[in-house]
C-alpha cells in the first residue's frame, strides 16, 4: 500500500469515527503531556492499532491514540503518541500522521516535546517557543520522497505569525514563555557535555530527540507549525543531576499545567 492509501483510508475511517469532525489544528503530545488529552471535548479517540502507517509508540509515556474533538470551541485532531527515529532508525516515522492530519484539513500543527537547556536561565519547569531548529542527525524524512515539493523552504519554517500569537497568549495568561532554537540530536542516549558544548556553539538553546522531523514532514504537507519545549532538565554536563528518562517525564509532568492553560488560551483564540 502506498503512503497515499493509507492516508486515504485513515481519512475516511476518522470520518466515520468523528462523525465527520473536521479538525482545524493538529496537535502532538510530547513526554509527560499525556493530562492534555483531556481537555478535547466530545473526543472520538482512536487507537493507533486502528489507523494504517501509524505507529507502535514504544517509549514510556508515550501510549497511541488519536482524539478528535474540540479544544476550547476550536475543532482539533490530537496525536497522543509519537514515533520518534531512534526506535526504528526511521526519519519518517511521523510521516503518514502528520499527512494523515493534513488531509484531515487541519491547517497548523502545534508540536510539543520535552526537552534539556542550554541556558542556565532556562531550568527544569521552563516552557520554550522554538524559533527554529538545528536538525544534527544529519538525516531527512523526506529521503526517497517523490516530486519537487520535497525541497521545502525551511524558512520561517516555525510560523513566525503564530508564535506571536503564541506569545501574546503567554502574556495574557501571565506564563514566562521563552524562546529559543531547538538541536534534533537522534537518541536515545543522552548528550555527551561536549556535544552540549558544540551544540552551544551552534546556535542551540535546547536539545531533544524529536520535533524537527514533524516540522519537515507539516512544511511539506503545507501545514504551519507552532512548537514549543517543556524544559525538563539543564543539558549533560551543565550541572550535576543525571539524565533519565523518568526525571523527563516527571518534571514535563509538573509543567504540564501551564502548557494545558496556554494551549487552551491560544486555541480559544484561534482565528477564523
Ligand atoms: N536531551 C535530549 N532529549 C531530552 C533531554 C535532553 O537533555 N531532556 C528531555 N529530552
Redesign the pocket.
Known amino acids: 500500500m502506498t503512503i497515499d492509501h493509507d492516508v486515504a483510508r485513515n481519512v475516511e475511517l476518522l470520518g466515520e469515527r468523528s462523525g465527520g469532525l473536521k479538525p482545524r489544528v493538529g496537535i502532538v503530545l510530547g513526554?509527560g503531556l499525556g493530562p492534555l488529552a483531556d481537555d478535547v471535548t466530545n473526543a472520538a479517540i482512536v487507537p493507533y492499532g486502528d489507523l494504517h502507517g501509524f505507529p507502535a509508540p514504544g517509549v514510556g509515556g508515550h501510549v497511541g491514540r488519536l482524539l478528535l474533538g474540540a479544544i476550547s470551541g476550536t475543532p482539533v485532531a490530537m496525536l497522543h503518541g509519537r514515533a520518534h527515529y531512534y526506535e526504528s532508525g526511521r526519519a519518517d516515522a511521523m510521516k503518514v500522521p502528520v499527512r494523515t492530519l493534513a488531509a484531515l484539513g487541519c491547517e497548523a500543527l502545534i508540536l510539543t516535546?520535552?526537552?534539556?537547556?542550554l541556558r542556565e536561565e532556562v531550568g527544569p519547569g521552563s516552557v520554550m517557543a522554538i524559533s527554529d531548529h538545528i536538525a544534527l542527525t544529519g538525516v531527512s524524512p523526506l529521503f526517497g520522497e517523490a516530486g519537487d515539493g520535497k525541497f521545502v523552504n525551511m524558512v520561517d519554517a516555525y510560523d513566525p505569525a503564530l508564535r506571536a500569537r503564541l506569545h501574546e497568549t503567554a502574556s495574557a495568561i501571565g506564563l514566562i514563555l521563552h524562546e529559543g532554537v531547538y538541536a534534533w540530536?537522534c537518541?536515545p542516549h543522552?548528550?555527551t557535555p561536549a556535544e552540549?558544548r558544540a551544540a552551544r556553539v551552534l546556535g542551540a538553546d535546547?536539545?531533544?530527540?524529536?520535533t524537527a522531523p514533524e516540522c519537515i514532514l507539516a512544511r511539506h504537507a503545507g501545514l504551519k507549525v507552532v512548537a514549543m519545549s517543556i524544559?525538563?532538565?539543564?543539558?549533560?554536563g551543565m550541572d550535576d543531576v543525571g539524565?533519565s528518562?523518568d526525571?523527563?517525564l516527571s518534571v514535563?509532568a509538573m509543567a504540564a499545567g501551564d502548557v494545558r492553560k496556554l494551549l487552551l488560551a491560544f486555541l480559544a483564540d484561534w482565528p477564523t
Not at 535546547?206 to 524529536?210: E, L
Not at 524544559?231 to 549533560?236: E, H, I, P, Y
Open positions: 513526554s516535546n520535552a526537552a534539556g537547556s540530536f537518541g543522552f548528550e552540549i535546547a536539545v531533544g530527540m524529536s524544559v525538563t532538565n539543564l543539558a549533560a539524565l528518562h526525571q523527563t514535563a
